[in-house]
């Protein structure tokens, strides 16, 4: 039972190879978390891994499931998309962001981690020269995993001590170095939940028309900061996005936590027809493809997969134009995160955990999928383990590319009371074993 002593929680890391555990990935974590479970003899309250705690949006079972009757489990889709979905995805975002991309620079894939991949990959071979991809930190660990694996070079900055207009500064002396492929990042943000203002946008769209620099703008939490009413069609407030600032944009939109399909890995890779119709001379050389868009889809993704699932497709268009029509609220359907999340928050800081990430440029976080928690001057690794012997488990937020100590917490699968109830236990009898000293607090709260 927790808490488990040293030497067990030793053994199970031991057992997994894991060298650092503050820079281990998720599913690494998940995996421990789950033989910790076995050696203690009951659960461990997860809260490292993003799964959708939601069912998943019934529109989109029903159109899956009619299709497959249909027969185009036979049948390979075209690799662009096929056309139902593509014309309801750019009506999706003329609805909800405001912005017209037209469904020709639209393509399906295998969820946006085969997006993003993919994506990096043929943003970091366009240019030479440009062999390193930016990233606005913390973010999503896998984004940056994903350009380790491709060989490509990685930079970015914290940006805890850079909104508002102190964004500029730092992300021009990025992009002044020449050799930025990309930019990415997630909006709302993960680990932080933070949300990029409209001035943040607009900075980080002038510069990136300024220099040249691609933005690959991740949206799998799209609409969820709940400080806004978003999600009806054709009406303000749209939802956020840095398109409205520059032509050089990538938008990544994932069915995986909007319409909680994560099961069927379908997403989306929306270009704009400035990017997807650009011409470069490597791309022609070496796919003997000039334009972006036709070296993504003929080029890489013919290479990675080959297209993704045909009746997830069906599943998708039909989310989306449900969405559209207005008889499937995604915003208020997910809007059960934020009541998870100030629930939890509350739980952390009842037993002495502070938030590291705690506002928008001034304005408290909203409450949703995740939100980062700190104690004392503890550090992270520390931190980390300490909590999974107390049967918790979190990533640290140095794998996010943290500067600051701290852990992501993630609230998916918190459904219940009881579970809530378990990690109130849990985390009381974490505080009463590690008292944080008065002077240690202080230190905290000055740094800040």
């Known amino acids: 039972m927790f808490p488990l002593n040293t030497d067990q929680l030793a053994a199970q890391v031991a057992a997994r190879g894991i060298l650092d555990i503050s820079t281990a990935t998720i599913r690494q974590i998940s995996s421990l978390a789950s033989a910790i479970e076995q050696v203690a003899g009951e659960p461990v309250v997860h809260m490292e891994l993003g799964n959708p705690g939601l069912p998943a949006a019934q529109a989109g079972i029903e159109a899956q499931i009619e299709a497959l009757r249909s027969g185009v489990a036979a049948k390979y889709p075209n690799i662009n998309g ?9 009506a999706f975002f003329k609805a909800f962001l405001d912005i017209d991309i037209p469904p020709r620079t639209i393509v399906p894939t295998v969820g946006s981690m085969q997006g993003c991949f993919t994506t990096e990959m043929l943003l970091g071979q366009s240019k030479p020269g440009c062999d390193t991809i930016a990233f606005l930190l913390p973010g999503f660990p896998a984004q940056v995993h994903q350009a380790k694996v491709l060989g490509f070079k990685t930079t970015g900055f914290d940006i805890l001590k850079h909104r508002g207009d102190a964004l500029e500064a730092p992300l021009r002396a990025l992009f002044e170095q020449g050799n930025i492929a990309g930019l990415v990042y997630s909006n709302p943000n ?3 939940w ?28 799209m609409g969820m900061d709940y400080r806004n009413r978003f999600g009806h069609p054709g009406r303000e407030p749209f939802i956020p996005t840095v398109a409205k600032y520059t032509d050089n944009y990538i938008l990544l939109c994932s069915a995986s936590k909007i319409f909680s399909y994560a099961g069927e890995r379908i997403a989306l890779v929306c270009m704009s027809p400035a990017v997807f119709d650009r011409h470069y001379p490597y791309l022609e050389e070496f796919y003997e493809m000039p334009t972006y868009g036709d070296a993504y889809i003929f080029g890489v993704l013919y290479a990675t997969s080959s297209g993704t699932s045909h009746s997830a497709q069906y599943a998708l268009a039909a989310m989306l134009e449900a969405a559209t029509q207005g008889t499937l609220d995604f915003v208020d359907d997910c809007s059960e995160y934020g009541r998870r999340g100030k629930r939890a928050k509350e739980v952390f800081r009842r037993n002495g955990f502070h938030l590291v990430y705690a506002d928008d440029a001034g304005t408290p976080i909203s409450d949703g999928f995740f939100f980062t928690a700190g104690y004392g001057d503890m550090p992270s690794d520390e931190l980390q383990l300490e909590l999974l012997r107390y049967g918790v488990s979190a990533i640290s937020l140095p794998s996010t590319g943290s500067k600051h100590n701290g852990l992501r917490i993630c609230i998916s699968t918190m459904g219940s009371d009881e579970l809530f109830e378990m990690l109130d236990r849990r985390l009381a009898r974490f505080h009463a074993d590690h008292p944080i000293s008065v002077a ?7 740094v800040q």
């Open 82 to 90: 096929i056309p139902r979905l593509k014309e309801a995805a750019s």
């Open 190 to 192: 993960n680990p932080a």
């Open 194 to 221: 933070t949300n990029l203002t409209e001035r943040e946008l607009e900075i980080i769209g002038r510069l990136a028309t300024e220099y040249d620099v691609v933005v690959v703008e991740d949206h799998a939490y």
């Open 440 to 446: 240690a607090e202080i230190s905290r709260q000055q």
